[in-house]
């Protein structure tokens, strides 16, 4: 079973910014939160990942809460081309931990309008 | 970011014949690759973790002699559906790891049409 809920859609204008909430409040110590999306048709693509403090690249923000058990992922500017499902997953990320294995659930279809 | 490569991007074929989908790491070395398939309207199911010179480990429920895995280089890993039937046709992707807790970069897919 997937260890976050997110909604299941989400609206955004061309041009502003995009904020998708991911819940995961069972996450444990070791597991970092992953974003990845996926354009129809295409494969998976990595967006960011975090483990507690926020973290920013070319692509987004990602900011997690003080009990790591919600996060948000922000796409400052929207484009059309941004309009994917948007998948938030945790796993480890360093050796020791079980949880390798990236388990993708429903995610957020973000549909960014003209 | 690094590239993986899957060929082909799509293939129909005929129920009962076998198919090979091939992964590429195309500007590193993959020790681990992982094989998922994704049907219509659905997320991302892992079908099978490989690593590299070794047998590929399945998730329950995969079948093992129907999806064959070999992954004989670092650079490529191959997916052969054996007696492709129509419940067959799905959405098949890879993704490349330089081990099981890196990131993994994900090739564009495959789509498979079985007749």
């Known amino acids: 079973d997937a260890k976050t809920t997110q909604p299941p859609s989400m609206d955004c204008a061309e041009g502003r910014a995009a904020n998708l909430p991911c819940n995961h409040s069972?996450?444990?110590?070791?597991?970092?939160v992953y974003w990845y999306r996926q354009i129809h048709s295409q494969g998976p693509q990595y967006i960011i990942h975090?483990?507690?403090n926020n973290e920013t690249n070319e692509m987004a923000s990602l900011i997690i809460t003080e009990d790591r058990k919600s996060s948000t992922l922000i796409l400052p500017h929207a484009t059309l081309r941004d309009t994917a499902v948007y998948y938030c997953?945790?796993?480890?990320?360093?050796?020791?931990?079980?949880?390798?294995?990236?388990?993708f659930g429903k995610g957020t279809l973000l549909t960014v309008n003209p | 970011g690094a590239v993986v490569s899957q060929h082909p991007s799509w293939v129909i074929c005929k129920s009962g014949t076998s198919v090979k989908i091939e992964c590429r790491s195309l500007?590193?070395?993959?020790?681990?690759m992982f094989w998922y398939r994704q049907f219509p309207k659905q997320s991302l199911m892992l079908m099978a973790t490989?690593?590299?010179?070794?047998?590929?480990?399945?998730e329950q429920g995969v079948e093992k002699d129907k999806f064959l895995i070999n992954h004989a280089s670092l650079t490529l890993s191959t997916l052969t559906v054996t007696s492709a039937h129509p419940e067959d046709s799905s959405f098949y992707i890879c993704?490349?790891?330089?081990?099981?807790?890196?990131?993994?970069?994900f090739g564009p897919g495959t789509r498979l049409t079985v007749l």
């Open positions: 975090g483990l507690k």
């Open positions: 069972t996450i444990s110590g070791n597991e970092y």
């Open positions: 997953i945790v796993r480890v990320a360093n050796s020791g931990g079980s949880n390798y294995k990236l388990t």
């Open positions: 490989s690593n590299e010179g070794s047998k590929a480990t399945y």
């Open positions: 500007d590193f070395q993959a020790t681990t």
């Open positions: 993704s490349a790891s330089q081990g099981y807790y890196n990131e993994q970069f």
